[in-house]
């Protein structure tokens, strides 16, 4: 039996409810404790107007999705901040590319591993993935997704897989209209793996865009799909650029219209004034809007009851440079950039705040990389040993079996500040074993095998011409016995 068995009718169940309401009525009366930004009051009402409950791929509806491209593209192509913004994160994340750092194991030979090692790097350069990349990149930030489709190029020698870059545009759902598990182009399982890419053979923006018809469906393994995810059960990409897309537009406006201002002021040499009447007894009479000309290094009477004013010159002003830097400050935080790398301008600087900035940016960096490497590097080298398996003579005999590989990549290093303390602390920390020195030689995008073949070469021939190295300088410490 349940509960409405001993409800009488629906008279009862009224009832039933009207007690119920009461006593929750009594018990919200009693809370006194409550969430001040889950209330609505007329302060806050129109901030919060836009607000929703749509789901992540809900509120990036294709439409909603292609706006902000459109308007992120326009300020990457307009905007000088934007485009260099764009321009030095790609630098800083891919610089000249990656490179494969492969350990097969102590047991297989160093030149076999060295042998492998070359022949992706000649790959990577013949496929030119040091620029795809970096387009990846600037097209994460401004359309929020990229896509690399696995080609076959008949020009390459060997291995002959190659990768195509597409814009977003591209990936789109047939008809436009997405079935249950598609979502804009892109198709999942019933566990959410993505299994196909609906990508069609031409842009829809473009001069022949053809019907949307024109595509295919193209095998989640064969097409790198690299995006900006900001919640769960999200499939298709944000711009990482749109929470300042209207910071960009602000900026652009303040600066014209500052420019328009200062540039009115100085259009006009001098302005005629009079408090006098225009007409009858006053001021000598002149035509509304009126004009004369003023010759240069000479003296002219103004008509009779007016009198010369020259506007002042009061843009850009005092508050413009802080306005602009607080803006770009705003710009830059969304994508984890300091001010002094967006606005390449240290002046305000020093060295600890410097440090301090670069820190929190090369942490994003080193998390970008990491993303990027299970997304593009891995899958790509996967593709590439599946052809060059085949390929005579470009694997080498006697390796273990792929599955047991392991490897890892290397990247482009950044520069210190102060070069002679970051060699004696990476010398300490190597020596406590609290290091490697494969470690201290990737910070630096160096191969630590390559560096010691080296040192030992130099130092067989200094012994061999009786030059004996010199001492490496050391950092002079200060009063509390640390570097300086």
């Not at 919060?48 to 749509?54: G, P, V």
């Not at 485009?83 to 194991?105: E, N, Q, Y």
């Not at 399982?189 to 193209?218: M, Q, S, V, Y």
């Not at 390929?391 to 290093?413: C, H, K, T």
Request: glycine share 8%; proline share 6%.
């Amino acid at each position: 039996m349940g509960l409405m068995d001993y409800i009488p009718g629906a008279g009862g169940r009224r009832k039933l409810q009207k007690q119920l309401a009461a006593q929750t009525a009594t018990i919200h009366s009693l809370i006194k404790a409550r969430y001040d930004a889950a209330q609505t009051t007329p302060l806050n009402e129109r901030h919060w107007a836009m607000a929703d409950y749509y789901s992540a791929d809900a509120a990036l509806q294709p439409e909603v999705r292609r706006k902000m491209r459109a308007r992120a593209r326009y300020e990457l192509g307009n905007n000088s901040y934007a485009a260099g913004m764009a321009s030095t994160w790609a630098h800083d994340l891919i610089g000249t590319g990656p490179s494969l750092r492969l350990d097969l194991g102590p047991d297989v030979d160093a030149e076999a591993t060295r042998q492998i090692e070359l022949a992706v790097s000649d790959w990577f350069d013949a496929i030119d993935l040091a620029r795809k990349l970096r387009l990846a990149k600037i097209a994460k930030l401004g359309d929020g997704e990229s896509f690399g489709v696995h080609i076959t190029n008949n020009r390459l020698r060997g291995v002959q897989l190659d990768v195509r870059l597409v814009e977003a545009d591209h990936c789109i759902s047939p008809f436009g209209m997405p079935a249950e598990n598609d979502v804009d182009g892109v198709r999942f399982d019933a566990d959410g793996n993505t299994t196909e890419f609906w990508i069609t053979k031409r842009h829809p923006g473009g001069l022949f865009p053809g019907w949307f018809l024109d595509g295919a469906w193209i095998d989640a393994g064969k097409c790198l799909h690299w995006f900006h995810q900001t919640r769960p059960g999200q499939h298709r990409g944000v711009p990482e650029l749109a929470p300042a897309l209207e910071l960009f537009a602000m900026l652009r406006r303040y600066t014209l219209a500052t420019v328009t201002a200062a540039e009115t002021a100085a259009d006009f040499a001098a302005i005629l004034k009079t408090t006098m009447p225009a007409e009858g007894a006053g001021a000598a009479k002149l035509e509304t809007l009126e004009t004369m000309p003023i010759v240069r290094g000479m003296a002219i009477a103004a008509p009779d009851g007016w009198e010369p004013y020259q506007m002042k010159a009061e843009h850009p002003t005092s508050s413009y440079d802080a306005f602009v830097r607080r803006l770009l400050n705003e710009i830059a935080r969304c994508i984890d950039m300091p001010y002094i790398v967006a606005a390449m301008d240290s002046s305000t600087a020093n060295y600890s705040s410097m440090r301090g900035d670069y820190l929190v940016y090369r942490k994003r960096l080193g998390v970008e990389r990491s993303d990027l490497e299970r997304v593009w590097l891995d899958p790509l080298f996967r593709a590439w040993h599946e052809e060059a398996a085949v390929v005579p003579g470009l694997i080498p005999d006697g390796l273990p079996p792929f599955a047991e590989w392991n490897w890892s990549w290397g990247w482009d290093g950044f520069e210190h500040v102060d070069p002679l303390k970051e060699a004696d602390a990476d010398a300490a920390m190597v020596s406590a074993n609290m290091a490697s020195l494969a470690e201290v030689c990737a910070k630096r995008g160096r191969d630590w095998r390559v560096v010691l073949r080296q040192r030992a070469a130099e130092k067989a021939l200094e012994s061999e011409l009786g030059i004996e190295s010199a001492p490496r300088p050391r950092v002079p410490a200060t009063d509390m016995g640390q570097p300086a």
